[in-house]
Structures are given as structure tokens and as C-alpha cells.
């Protein structure tokens, strides 16, 4: 049997809830509570901290779209399989470092928004320390404002919760998550991506103030934009599959611009303050046209030019979802927001 | 038995009070032609229907407080209405004070100041918010007209970039122009 402190229980039971494992009934009470943190960890809590962190992030990662087979470039070669099938396990390895610990010390002993602000630097975040935060930003979203760095920065978060980051001017940041073992991170919660998307387009009916619907649109494109420029240069076209998928979800047959704008009450005073708010609320939609150029330039590509094999990727994925259906559906509900092109 | 004094203030509020709005479209223009060549006939036609053109390369036309700007290298279209006014509001405010000039009195003058100046503020907001909605009135009124001639100049661009192209193909030997259905057919012989 292992001892550990009330602060170190309470701290347990924090990460148990961030990785699934606790319920949130119990562990939402303890980030409310405030308790004076020790000068350190014992051996014991530090152990099963370790415990947790490996068993629990892998499973999460497994649950959530790890085990599905998939197609995604390694190298120069597309390879399908499930996650461990087209990675070596080896090569999955996440590390953490001493800022995970700090950060599980913080949100026991501080809730989140209080002072003094955990500020890590964002160099020295490993790829398992922002995965646990990705985590912890999915369970404390609803119970604390999280506001602040390295949540406001993270690009993942930023990508999954676009309505949460509504506020503030900070760019989001994609290089670890289009290198290493961010790459495999992103492909294993591409169904995740999927839903969130499809959540958060299907519920712009539901607002009705313009200015909800703008704060949202610029969090949207601001976070699309930074995404699909670190894939596009990164090479890797495929992480943004999930645009596809969701798009493909949205974009039906009887797709239609009242499904974006239908709850708004007023969409601003002037021409410029509704085109803007328009814009806003088909932010996703204004992107396929960036995706369908991809498609394009893929169809140039040459069997022996390089990047070969992820323009074919991108281009299967294109063909698979009816990507020029859905630009032209696209193209057609923004043609019917233009108040330069009214329907 | 005491007396009250009447005390009255007058407050003035002079402002110039402006209003904008605009909106921006990007042209619908088919590739015929390399978009250099593709721009340039689209500048020529703007031209040619009283656009003038800029350093720049965009073209401009202004009718009273309306502007289109036409960038035809990027394909984009800004329509902008501007206003500006002049307001000169005025007001006097009555009120009563214990003396003419002791404390009493100077409380009751500030008082009457703050709350004219407020209402003053106010009424000029209230002005610029009426002048903001007749600036977008009149820019949506404007944009149906816009939006017409600005097709029919993209269809004649396209028309003529369609002659042109054909000459490239080979000898053209027929044109059929149909400006009401919006039909042309060209025979070419390869």
C-alpha cells in the first residue's frame, strides 16, 4: 500500500480526471480548493504520477482514434494501418519533463485563473506535456477559465476549441504537432477533430448576437490559417483530413447558408459589419478553396517528382470525401452571403 | 424668508460627425487568358465605362459619396460610401439655488453643465448613428447597379478573352454574338 499526502491525493485525483479515469463530480470540487503546495513530491506520488501518465495517455490516444485503420504518409510512402502499425511503438515513446509535474502542482494548489499564472516557457514543453495539457484543457474548460498560457498558444487546443479562445490576439503555435511525435498525436485524434468541428459549425445556428459570431469566425480563421500553413509546410496535407470529414458531415445536399446564420438576430449596423460577420460565420467554408487548391497542385505532381505519394494522398483523400461537390456547395452558400451576390 | 436664484446655463457643442461603410467582393473571372492579360482587359473596360485609373493599377469612380475601387490584378471590388456633417447642437438649462454665486450656486451651474453636456453628447451620438444608417442605405441602394455593371463587364472581358484565345487556336472564321441570351460562338478553323 502507498501513502501519499491530502495534497498529493488531491493532485492524483486531478490527473486521474484529466486522463478519463475519475469522474468529474469528484475532481471538479478540487479545483476550486486551494491548497499550500509542498516543497516537493514524495517518491511515492511521483511513482504513481509516472504510472498514470504512461498507462493513462496511451489509452486515451488508443481510445480515441489510434485504433482505427488509416492512411498517412511516413517518409515519402503512404502506409495504413492502425497508429502502432505505422509507427514502430518505439518511435511513439512520449516523454515528459519536470513542466508536467509543475503543472499538476499548480492546478491543485492554485485554480486556474488565479495568481500567481502558470507560465511555462513554451521551448520547454515535450510533446507528453502537451498532450497531459490538451487533456486538462478538455476537463477544466467547463469548470475554470484557462485563459492564459500555454493553453492560449497550444495549437491543438486552439484547434479542438476554437470558441474557447474567442478572446486575445496570441498566434497559435502548430510546429510540434506537424514534427515527431505531435505528427502521430494529431493523426490518432483526427476523429476528435471531426466531432469538435461538426459541433461547433452546427451549433453558429444557435447564436444570435453578431458579435458572438464574429469573436468566434476570427478565433476560427486565425487558428485554420496557422494550422494549414504549418501543414502545408511541413508536408503533411493528410493532418488536415479531418477538415474534410467534417466538411463532407456539413456540406449535404440540402446544405444552405441559414444552417451558419439562421439564429443571428441582426448581423450589424453597417454593410461591412455584416459582410465581416457573414465571413465569420462560413470561416470553415472559406477554407476549401485552399484545400482544392492543394488538390490541384497535387494533380501536377509527376510520378517521379518528389512529393509524389503525399500529393496522391491528398488527392485520393480530396476524391473520397467529394471534395469538388463539397467546394462548389461551399462557393455556393458564400455566393448567397455576398451582399454583392445575393441569391 | 429666503429667497432662491435662478441659475442658467448654456452649453454648445460643435463637432464634425462622419460615417463610413464598405464592402468588398472578389470578380468572378474565368481563366481564358494568363491573369496578366485577363487584368488588362478588365482595366480596359472599366476605363472605358468612366473608371479612371491609379498609380497603382486600381481604378477608381467616384459618384458623390460613393467610391468603387476595382483592383484587377487581385480581382477585387470595394464599394464605399462616406458622409460627414457638421452639428452644432445648443441648449439652455434652468435651475434654482440658496444664493447667486456662493457655493450652493456653483454646485447647481456644475450639476446643469455635467447633465447638458451628457445630453448634448448624446444627441450627437444619436445624429452620427442616423448619419451612419443613411450612408448604408445608400450604399446598399448603390450595389444592385454596381453589381449589374460590373457582370456585364467580367461578360465582355470574358467574350473578348474568348475571341482572343481563339485567334490563338487558329483562323476564325465566324462569330455569333448573342447579347441578350449572353450566348457567342465562335468557328474556328485549326
Redo the contacts between chains.
Sequence with gaps: MQTVTRFEANLLRLLYYFLGQEPAETALPLVEARLAPPPCLSRSAVRLVKDALAKGCVFQLARRGAWRVERHLRGQRVVEGRLWNRTPPVELGLTFSRQTLEFLVWVTATRPGDEPVWRPLEDSLTAGDRLLLYFAHQGLREAANVQQRPFTQDGLCRLAYPEDYAEGDADPNFAPWTDGVGVCILEALQPELVARWIDVEGGKSRITEWQAMRALGRSQERVLTAFLDAVEKAERLALARFLLRAASRLLGDHANAEMWVGGLTGAG????DR?ATYQSALALLRQMPRLQAWERRARSVGYFDEGYQASQLWKSDWEHYHGEALADRAAAIIRQL????PA | MSRSYRISVRECVSKMIRAEDHVSTNLEMLEVLPPEQMAGLLSDELERRGFLREADGVLVRRDKDVTVTVDPAKGTVTVRAEAEEKVKLEETRDGRAFDEAGQHAQGVRESLRKGLQRDLQKQAAEKESGLQTQVTDRLEAQLGAVRQELDQAVNRVTAEALKRKAAQLGRIKEITEDPQAGSLTIVVEV
Design positions: 449596423p453597417r454593410l461591412a459582410t455576398d451582399p454583392m451576390r
